[in-house]
């Protein structure tokens, strides 16, 4: 008999014959997590670990299941199609067998789903299609098993309301934004909970830890919560293609943030949904919450933002830095339009403090992180570069936004009278 300690059934499922030592993914977190737990001292938690007594045949069993290479016996592979579902923040998902392994999303099959179980259609007309969009190699089940990033239309093939991908490839698409080759480089936070109590990682059971400050890529069992899901993300990406660029603990305990990108058009939306579900994928395994709000904690704390930087081929060649501000010009005419669009409950976030400006006025700034937009101060050294949008919410819709950056600074243009007078008042931010 082996004894483990486990926080829930998937643990014990997935705990190899020698469960103490970090031999896969999963076990990697948990012994982050039983060593934090069990020193003496350490912060207590809500987390309700249990030693549990299982046979070593039948955690081998299934262990041996999980890992089973099918190739050899078959060309068939495992694709799991996965799409947004009716919050508009939450990633479903189901698989299906093909029958061959596929290298473009036109060899995969369209798909249905019953969306009145997602919040997406009426129970008398429930059928929604998946079209899929984007490939990604599969981390948790290997070899040529694939994920299939899917967008949602009615049986007519008209884009349902939820679909904001959509949107984003027409923009995408002209002729004009593509001669502009928009790139995205997007800033991913988000909190780790406490399963059932809805408390940040690390954090005692309805108290806090100290005041922020130590956290920010911080080292230490004191100051680090939640490591190894990062980590374990941030390889898990790096296997299925995804375009991540780094990773890094926040300023509040609890929090962490991924980056991806430079991704071209539509490629920033796909790759962060699918990085989005590698997380909820993983945050499932290790038995944590993940939540995307924006601003998981009242009071001297951080909230969670997708921070997105943004350039177009005219900023990043000589005399770009005009361009940028072109483009902050019409972005501060339409502050409104993009407010609104950038992630619900961030008006407890855009307060003008904890790094953030007002929800309510527009600004800009070089190395200001308290503005609207951020240049950076190598951005205005060498005349062009590009500009970071820091008002998107962490639950924001990548479609959504990059499409709306696209939109705003390619193919829309303000009238005359509106421009002269917006620069005139932005010239009071220089």
Partial sequence: MAQCLAPSVQWQMRLTKSSMEPSSM???????FSLKQNKKGALKTSTKFRICASSNGTINRMEDLLNLDVSPYTDKIIAEYIWIGGSGTDVRSKSRTISKPVEHPSELPKWNYDGSSTGQ?????????????????????????????????????????????AKAAEIFSDPKVVAQVPWFGIEQE?????????????????????????????????????????????????????????????????QWEFQVGPSVG???????????YLLERITEQAGVV???????????????????NYSTKAMREDGGFEVIKKAILNLSLRHTE??????????????????????????????????????????????KGYLEDRRPASNMDPYTVTGLLAETTILWEPSLEAEALAAQKLALNV
């Fill in 26 to 32: 999963t076990s990697k977190i948990w012994n982050s």
């Fill in 121 to 165: 259609a009426p129970g008398e007309d429930s059928e929604v299609i998946l079209y899929p969009q984007a490939i990604f190699k599969d981390p948790f089940r290997g070899g040529n098993n694939i994920l299939v990033i899917c967008d949602t239309y009615t049986p007519q093939g008209e884009p349902i309301p939820t679909n904001k991908r």
């Fill in 190 to 254: 988000y909190t780790l909970l406490q399963p059932n109590v809805n408390w940040p990682l690390g954090w005692p059971t309805g108290g806090y830890p100290g005041p922020q400050g130590p956290y920010y890529c911080g080292a230490g069992a004191d100051k680090s919560f939640g490591r190894d899901i990062s980590d374990a993300h941030y390889k898990a990406c790096l296997y299925a293609g995804i375009n991540i660029s780094g990773t890094n603990g926040e300023v509040m305990p609890g």
């Fill in 266 to 276: 539509i490629e920033a939306g796909d790759h962060i949904w699918c990085a989005r």
């Fill in 290 to 308: 993940l939540t995307l709000d924006p601003k998981p904690i009242e009071g001297d704390w951080n909230g969670a933002g997708c921070h997105t």
């Fill in 338 to 383: 993009h407010i609104s669009a950038y992630g619900e409950g961030n008006e407890r976030r855009l307060t003008g403090k904890h790094e953030t400006a007002s929800i309510n006025q527009f600004s800009w700034g070089v190395a200001n992180r308290g503005c609207s937009i951020r240049v950076g101060r190598d951005t205005e050294a060498a005349g």
